[in-house]
């Protein structure tokens, strides 16, 4: 009997045996068939059974890469990828990172469908295919994979419906992760049915239709989130049924409705995300008695009546409720909340008293109330919020002074009272907020001269002291502040000059210094300026509009009227379209406009006289000058023995030729000055080289320095395509105009050389730069951050504030130049394109390898989107201090911020940021460039937010 016992068991233990093999062989098939179809097998090598399939297939998959295995029943153990085990194929996890209990893998970079014969793999409890490109819909097999408790998706480019059959077999599942992907259509009413579900995320899609009531069934839901898609309809009143859900991300749909009150048993709320959707009604008072509460969002709904008392019982740390219909008071509960790191409440009607509704916050670093109704003073408590890094109050009704305490916020970025009652002086003390970008004080009722002091914010890029009762010069410290980018001054009451001072500045926005007591002339060097909006009416400037102001491109408005200004109006484009009023109440102006006589109409007898007799006065001398300048120049080139020409030869050899054309012509910059300069060329002046010449340094007896980019001869199509993004170089640098784009100053189209001419930045591409061990430690944190900075204000001027928008194509490292203070400047503009707006803008793929957008290799189409994307590359480049791929970084791994380690990012030859603040800049740096080069490029921020965001901290 023992002896048969035995036989029965060993029979049996075989043909458990031979069933094993044989569910191994179809795993292991179906597994091979799908890595034949992938583009990318690289992280794959182990996938092989070192032959043909056939019935002696002996090759367990469970030993490959990314496979797990377990014998336990239907509990999958996470092992290493290569473990070879026996046993049920239980687990697969190719993510690019795969966080399965914090399991870190290899990149995979998957693309492609997802093969029906996945539902070959009956076993699995296990799947994560996220951080991929894996494209097409869900195969209708994966309902086979009933033991799922984990399916993970997330970040890849899959599209379909959600089918609900699949939804009806999967009632095992604990985590559903399909977030970022294209997925259509509605949520299917079976997700109810998956009763074990611990997290749901399928946010960042194209869902529509309402969120389903059966959502109410899974009541161990720990986290939902659904936001970014486009779901309409109430939150249903079953949510109230998800007691232990700690995270609720609805935000950024088309929601609508209350609040359902029911929601006030989610007692367990950490996390609440509700804003920029179409919520009206009040907000349960119930969600002041969260105890666990950190994140309330409402903002950009329509929301009204009073805020809830949070922050009596929980943490509270961000508390969003701006742009909605808010009144009443402001929540007594705020004053001690003393966790609050940020805080926006604008755009409400909320009132209270600013100095006794809130109290000191340590943590606090965004803090806007503006445009309520709120009273009070400015309290000097403000200044033990020593994070602040924001701090707008505008378009209330706050009195009093402005507290000399406020000059202890040494990272504030932002400072706005505008539009209040404010009175007395600009204390001095403000110049101490070093890192203040933004100032904005119009519309109060300040008095005295603007302080010396804030000559000292070299950070300063908007100053706005309008409509207030300031007086006195405006002080000559004021121009050391470089950066500005507008400033506007009107309807105070400034005297004396404008000084030529300002052409210093690098503005590029408004230049307004309207309704003053301004006298004297008008400094020709704010035609230097990059300016779109320049008023100077209402003040008592003489003499005539610089001619040199023909030259401002940039400009869209203009105004000059009610001054004593006399002289033709230039004939730019802004003058002529600009209407008469612009140029009205003046002494005696003349030109092109309408209701202006032409400047050579026939004048007064009298005033004819007098103007004859100084031009015979101004004849005489010149002939003098012109006498006494050919004696001087024949007597050089007598001594020069022929070395140059004479003087009057070579005016006509350049008139002959017409050679050069100089956007900023001073009479300096000649053709033959630069060939000598560089020797006709010579290849020790050669600083560089591109795919369409090389570059020169070029000396000018003025001591000028100047890049000259010689454009190289070729035959056929290429001479074609060279001359082709010449030209292109060439009308769009005579159009844009910003202080962190290489300024162009003229070019040579005929002749024996072809070549544009640029100012010579001296530390030569950013590429250079970090490819050298010594020069890249010199480029600290502190530079690194500015350098993407400069170049985000660069794409945000010419994505946001050229007409029509222009996008560049090729943002790397290489065409990014570094001056001697380690500021950027974008060059390199031989491919770039003016988006017209009622084009396709279909392109070629071009730009540089490694920062080009994915979606142009099967679109063709160019966006904006395109340049953040390559912009995103360069930032992580900055960074890592290497292109990410010289790493082995997956640009979609590192879309995730949950998944970043800055640690292991930042270029190791740097010790780490050594205080917070440039660490916090440097994670938020990080976290923008991961959001630039998101695969979809909807979902990429555009570059004015990605440059405010870099700005604000």
């Known amino acids: ?20 093999e044989v569910r191994a062989n ?25 032959g043909t399939f056939g019935p002696n297939l002996s090759t367990s998959p469970c030993g490959w890469f990314g496979v797990s295995c377990s014998t336990e029943g239907n509990i999958a153990k996470i092992h290493l990828p290569g473990a070879s085990l026996g046993g049920n194929l239980t687990g697969l996890d190719l993510s690019s990172f795969g966080d399965l209990v914090s399991l870190k893998l290899t990149q995979c ?36 994979l009933t033991r799922l408790s984990l399916l993970s998706l997330g970040n890849n480019m899959i599209s379909g419906e959600l089918d609900p059959h699949l939804f009806s077999n999967w009632t095992k599942l604990w985590y559903l992760q399909l977030h970022n992907n294209n997925f259509t259509g509605k949520i299917p009413s079976e997700v109810g049915l998956l009763t074990n579900l611990i997290e749901l995320a399928i946010c960042n899609n194209l869902l529509n239709g309402s969120i389903p009531y059966e959502i109410g069934n899974l009541k161990h839901l720990d986290a939902i989130a659904l936001y970014r898609n486009h779901l309409t309809g109430p939150i249903p009143q079953s949510i109230g049924n998800l007691t232990r859900l700690t995270m609720l991300y609805l935000q950024q749909n088309h929601l609508s409705g209350p609040i359902p009150h029911d929601i006030v048993k989610c007692t367990g709320l950490v996390d609440l995300r509700l804003f920029e959707n179409n919520f009206s009604g009040s907000v349960p008072q119930g969600l002041a008695n969260f105890s666990s509460l950190k994140v309330l969002e409402f903002s950009v709904n329509s929301l009204s009546g009073p805020l809830p008392q949070v922050c009596q019982e929980s943490p509270l740390e961000k508390f969003t409720a701006a742009f909605n219909s808010f009144t009443g008071p402001m929540p007594r509960s705020l004053r001690n909340c003393t966790t609050l790191v940020r805080v926006r409440l604008e755009s409400n009607f909320l009132s209270g008293y600013l100095d006794r509704d809130f109290g000191v916050y340590p943590n606090l670093n965004y ?18 919020c020593l994070k602040l890094t924001l701090l707008k109050v505008a378009g209330n009704e706050i009195g ?14 932002v400072l706005n009272l505008a539009s209040n009652h404010i009175t007395g002086l600009i204390p001095r003390h403000l110049g101490n907020l070093s890192s203040l970008f933004q100032l904005n004080l119009g519309e109060n009722k300040l008095s005295g001269p603007i302080p010396p002091q804030l000559g000292h914010l070299l950070r300063l890029e908007d100053l706005d002291l309008s409509s207030n009762e300031l007086g006195g010069p405006i002080p000559e410290q004021l ?47 704010i035609a230097k300026l990059a300016l779109e909006h320049l008023d100077l009416s209402h003040n008592e400037l003489s003499g005539e509009i610089p001619s040199s102001f023909v030259r401002m491109t940039s400009l869209t408005s203009v105004d000059f009227s009610y001054n004593e200004l006399e002289g033709p109006i230039p004939d730019g484009k802004v003058f002529l379209l600009s209407a008469s009023t612009a140029f009205s109440n003046n002494k005696n102006m003349c030109g092109p406009v309408q209701g202006f006589r032409p400047c050579y109409a026939k004048l007064p007898e009298s005033t004819v006289r007098r103007k004859s007799h100084k031009l015979w006065i101004i004849l005489g001398v010149s002939s003098l000058v012109v006498l006494f300048l050919i004696v001087v120049l024949l007597g050089k080139s007598i001594l020069s023995r022929g070395r140059m020409k004479s003087a009057s030869a070579r005016i006509a050899g350049l008139n002959s030729r017409n050679v050069f054309s100089v956007l900023n012509y001073d009479g300096k910059v000649v053709y033959e000055d630069i060939v000598e300069a560089t020797e006709n060329f010579d290849d020790k002046y050669c600083i560089g080289e591109g795919g369409s010449g090389r570059v020169y340094r070029a000396l000018l007896p003025t001591g000028h320095a100047l890049a000259i980019k010689k454009i190289r001869s070729s035959e056929g199509d290429e001479i074609e395509q060279i001359t082709a993004s010449f030209l292109n170089e060439i009308k769009l640098l005579t159009t844009i105009r910003h202080r962190n ?11 024996p050389h072809k070549f544009l001419v640029y100012d010579l930045i001296e530390k030569g591409s950013l590429a250079t730069i970090l490819n050298d061990g010594s020069e890249a430690a010199r480029l600290d944190w502190r530079r690194r951050v500015e350098i993407v900075r400069d170049i985000a204000c660069a794409l945000c001027y010419m994505h946001n504030d050229c007409t029509p928008p222009v996008i560049h194509r090729d943002i790397s490292s290489r065409n990014i130049l570094l001056n001697t203070e380690y500021e950027a400047f974008l060059s390199d503009f031989g491919i770039s394109r003016i988006l017209k707006p009622d084009s396709s803008n279909w392109t070629a793929v071009a730009g540089t390898y490694g920062y080009v957008a994915p979606e142009l290799a099967y679109t063709m189409s160019l966006t904006e989107k395109c340049d953040v994307y390559s912009f995103g590359v360069l930032s992580l480049e900055v960074i890592v201090g290497k292109h990410p791929a010289e790493l082995g970084l997956s640009l979609n791994s590192l879309q995730s911020e949950q998944s970043m380690e800055l640690e292991g990012l930042l270029d190791a030859r740097l010790p780490p940021p050594a205080d917070q603040i440039t660490m916090n800049e440097v994670k938020v740096l990080v976290k923008q460039a991961c959001s630039c080069v998101d695969v979809d490029p909807n979902r990429r921020p555009t570059m004015r937010e990605v440059s405010q965001a870099l700005l604000i901290h």
């Open 479 to 525: 121009w050391k502040c470089s950066k500005l980018r507008n400033l506007v001054l009107a309807a105070n009451n400034f005297n004396g000059s404008i000084s030529p001072q300002i052409g210093d500045l690098a503005l590029q926005g408004s230049l307004n210094l309207s309704h003053n007591c301004l006298a004297g002339n008008i400094p020709p060097q």
């Open 400 to 413: 009093g002074t402005i507290p000399n305490e406020l000059g202890k916020l040494s990272v504030l970025g």
């Open 26 to 50: 179809s795993e292991a098939e179906a597994l091979i068939s799908w890595k034949l179809t992938l583009e990318n097998q690289s992280a794959l090598q182990s996938w092989t059974t070192g």
């Open 1 to 20: 009997m023992i002896n048969l016992k035995s036989h029965v068991l060993l029979w049996f233990l075989l043909l458990l045996s031979c069933n094993a």
């Open 367 to 384: 803090l806007d109330l503006s445009y309520n109704k709120l009273r009070g003073v400015l309290s000097p408590n403000w200044a033990s």
């Open 741 to 751: 784009i290489v300024k162009f100053y003229g070019f040579c189209s005929s002749g």
């Open 109 to 144: 970079n998957l693309s492609g469908p997802i093969p029906p014969q996945i539902g070959s793999l009956s076993k699995l409890t296990h799947l994560n295919l996220s951080r991929n490109e894996l494209s097409g819909s869900l195969p209708p097999t994966l309902s086979n």
